[in-house]
């Protein structure tokens, strides 16, 4: 039974939905182990929703050691179908200042350490990832932000994402080749989850929440922890506003998303030839097509 349809997923600051009412923790072992945290199951602008801190709540997993497939497999476990991930992010670019919002269309994945696939031992599936973020859900994201006229914030719909391994920051060298590649921020998490939630047949968007700009800047050596902590703080009260916004526009008129059949077309083994145990492994990715 599905308990929630929209998802959120909460970087580094964004820890609990404070607005969340309801509240109930859920447990979930996947065949992927235990996702990141418990996650929270509670009523958001009259709707039920999923909320799971990335990291954990205490902040102790590295963007290497997090269970990607577990965390998305769990909240489609639960009946997620739209999926926000809200994310602390440097800027690559002058005009994209601490505290404004990205609401990224595109990604570059420089990870290399991550499991970003259900498929394998003996299923072969290939989505299509051209458009990695579902544009309609992106769409309600933007509109979200743009209506609340929130202070100190711009934002910027559309750029790209680039996803870096971490969990150090970059060097300048690659900062300003990120930069040079037209790269919009930069971040560790986002990448593996709009994979998985492709896979998952959930629609993804990312609210990228700028907390300073990467190392290539000038002005960065005069960054300090204190001031990118402020930020997170204040990116954290932000996004809660922009999330019950765009969960509130998602109830009154959920759109459709080409990710809700991703896997109509990409699987190309035969289901009476994948073994018994995989099927099991996957249920919940594949049972319409089973």
């Not at 590295?62 to 990607?68: A, D, H, K």
């Not at 990118?228 to 959920?254: H, S």
């Amino acid at each position: 039974m599905a308990l929630a349809k929209i998802g959120i997923i909460g970087g580094s600051g964004l820890y609990k939905m404070d607005a969340l009412n309801d509240v109930e923790e859920v447990k979930i072992d996947t065949p992927f182990g235990l996702p990141s945290d418990a996650l929270i199951l509670g009523t958001l602008e009259g709707t039920r929703v999923a909320f799971l801190a990335r990291h954990g709540r205490n902040h102790n997993l590295l963007p290497s050691e997090l269970p990607f497939r577990a965390n998305i497999y769990a909240m489609k476990k639960l009946g997620v179908e739209y999926l926000i991930s809200a994310s602390a992010v440097g800027s690559l670019k002058e005009e994209v200042r601490p505290l404004d919002m990205v609401v990224p269309d595109q990604f570059i994945d420089r990870t290399k350490n991550r499991a970003s696939t259900f498929f394998g031992e003996g299923i072969v599936a290939h989505i299509a990832f051209g458009d990695p973020v579902c544009n309609k859900l992106a769409k309600v994201l933007a509109d979200a932000i743009a209506s609340l006229d929130l202070p100190d914030v711009t934002l910027h719909y559309g750029g790209i994402y680039l996803c870096m391994e971490g969990p150090a920051f970059s060097t300048k060298g690659e900062s300003h080749l990120y930069r040079s590649w037209g790269a919009t921020v930069i971040g560790m998490t986002n990448l593996p989850e709009a994979k998985l939630a492709r896979e998952a047949e959930i629609a993804y968007a990312t609210l990228a929440l700028v907390t300073d700009y990467d190392c290539w800047h000038p002005d960065h050596d005069s960054v300090t922890v204190e001031m990118v902590i402020a930020n997170l703080q204040r990116n954290a009260v932000n996004a809660q506003k922009v999330i019950q916004e765009t969960v509130r526009c998602l109830e009154e008129n959920p759109p459709s998303s080409d990710a809700h059949s991703a896997l109509k077309y990409a699987i190309l083994t035969q289901m009476d030839k994948v073994p018994l145990a995989t099927k099991e492994k996957l249920e919940f990715l594949l049972r319409r097509y089973v």
